[in-house]
């Protein structure tokens, strides 16, 4: 089966960068998954990716390694509107239902 | 609209009703999954659809559980003998098909008292 871990809350500055964690176990791996969900909203996509390496999209980044069952989400120059659960997610034993950890809350501070 | 929609938006019952949810996917995508969040917790797959065929149900809770999707488009999630346990946001997402990003509707919250 699949197991994730992220931190559960995070707090930064804005205009500050933050580094989100993600392990993950999982009896097959195809790519992995991180969704931006503000309170009360649905889910919305960021990043997916199945290669090791950092993906960049503009201010976001996304980094994977597969040997290490490891990935993170880079937030630069926060703004407020960042502020929000950052969800980790594995497709499940290589069927396409997703596995998602329990979201990691950011706080952006003035 | 261009993505996924979910009617109602807020469903209040009381324990033992019966409750139906809709979920509207974005045009010409053929899977479709319903997943459950409790309030502090990652959304946890229910069941997938692929065109009109349940692809897997093995996140049904229990048999009050059920969901339809007759004409390979819109699908019905169906809670039977509502239980205050049921209480959450229940979430559709839809995608072109296996292994492509599921993109979600903005969930149901289901409250039963």
């Known amino acids: 089966g699949q197991n994730i871990d992220q931190p559960t809350e995070m707090t930064a500055t804005e205009g500050a960068i933050v580094q989100i964690n993600c392990t993950y176990q999982?009896?097959?791996?195809?790519?992995l998954f991180w969704y931006q969900q503000h309170a009360g909203e649905a889910p919305t996509f960021l990043s997916y990716n199945v290669l090791d390496g950092l993906e960049e999209k503009g201010r976001f980044s996304s980094f994977l390694s597969r040997s290490k069952g490891y990935s993170y989400l880079l937030l630069k120059e926060l703004q407020m509107k960042d502020s929000a659960s950052y969800l980790c997610a594995v497709p499940h034993s290589g069927n396409t239902p997703l596995v998602f950890g329990k979201g990691t809350r950011l706080s952006v501070i003035a | 609209g261009a993505g996924v929609s979910q009617t109602p938006s807020n469903k209040v019952t009381e324990k033992g009703k019966y409750v139906e949810l809709r979920c509207d996917p974005i045009?010409?995508?053929?899977?479709l999954y319903w997943y459950r969040q409790s309030l502090g917790q990652g959304p946890e797959f229910l069941i997938y659809f692929q065109g009109t065929g349940a692809a897997d149900d093995s996140g049904l809770p229990n048999d009050r559980f059920f969901a339809v999707r007759p004409e390979g488009s819109v699908s019905t999630l169906k809670i039977q003998r509502t239980e205050r346990g049921d209480s959450a946001v229940y979430l559709c997402?839809?995608?072109?098909?296996?292994?492509?990003?599921?993109?979600f509707g903005p969930g149901t919250r289901l409250l039963v008292l």
């Open positions: 999982t009896s097959g791996f195809n790519g």
């Open positions: 997402a839809s995608s072109w098909g296996q292994e492509e990003t599921q993109y």
């Open positions: 045009s010409g995508h053929t899977a």
